[in-house]
């Protein structure tokens, strides 16, 4: 494939808008056409070289119960990764953060979060996004739909998320609500990337 036929799905990849309408094909479509065509100058900051580590795939399902933090991991099912040299991401399991930074890195972390409302439900925090300072208090944080209040059945919320990341710093993503529960989705999609500075 051309590096104008790669192009064309990266163009096609961006105009896509509509919730959910990103796969994990699609994507993978294009990172295959650069493994088979790339060289030092097409291949951006050694994507497939391990300059870079980066992960897409789904959040791990989660059910949440209204004033209780629910901290939300990556499934290791139908996912794609190159991880560890740069950043360390954790699936199935709550009690550990989302990723740890194995070097000092620049981080971005997107996609979008998909939820089904249980009944009358109040999120002051759908989307949390923090790291840790010295002394364990939250910093750096980012929230997506810091306030929402209704009953609507099922709603998606994006991530958009980017940080600078020291060595063994942790990120954690979870959700809050003030009354009522719901349903992480598995249909949920998170992407990261982790580029060392």
């Known amino acids: 494939m051309t590096p104008s036929q790669i192009q064309v799905l990266i163009n096609t990849l961006r105009d896509q808008t509509a919730a959910n309408s990103i796969t994990p094909l699609m994507l993978a479509n294009i990172l295959t056409a650069l493994n088979e065509n790339s060289t030092p100058a097409e291949t951006p900051a050694g994507l497939l070289s391990g300059g870079m580590n980066w ?4 959040i791990f399902q989660a059910n949440t119960t209204a004033g209780m933090e629910c901290p939300l991991t ?3 099912n139908e996912c794609s990764m190159n991880v560890g040299s740069i950043i360390d991401i954790t699936t199935n399991d709550t009690d550990e953060p989302l990723l740890r930074a194995v070097k000092n890195c620049f981080v971005e972390v997107s996609g979008f979060i998909t939820l089904k409302v249980n009944d009358t439900y109040t999120a002051d925090r759908i989307i949390e ?13 980012a929230f997506n739909a810091v306030h929402f209040t209704g009953n609507t059945q099922i709603f998606s ?3 958009n998320y980017k940080c600078w990341m020291t060595a063994g710093e942790t990120l954690h993503l979870t959700h809050f ?20 500075v």
């Open 157 to 159: 919320v994006p991530i």
């Open 129 to 141: 996004m923090y790291k840790f300072d010295t002394e364990g208090e939250r910093t750096e944080l």
């Open 55 to 58: 992960f897409f795939g789904h």
């Open 74 to 76: 990556t499934d290791d």
């Open 177 to 196: 609500s003030s009354s009522g529960s719901s349903i992480i989705s598995y249909n949920s999609m998170i992407y990261i990337t982790a580029t060392p």
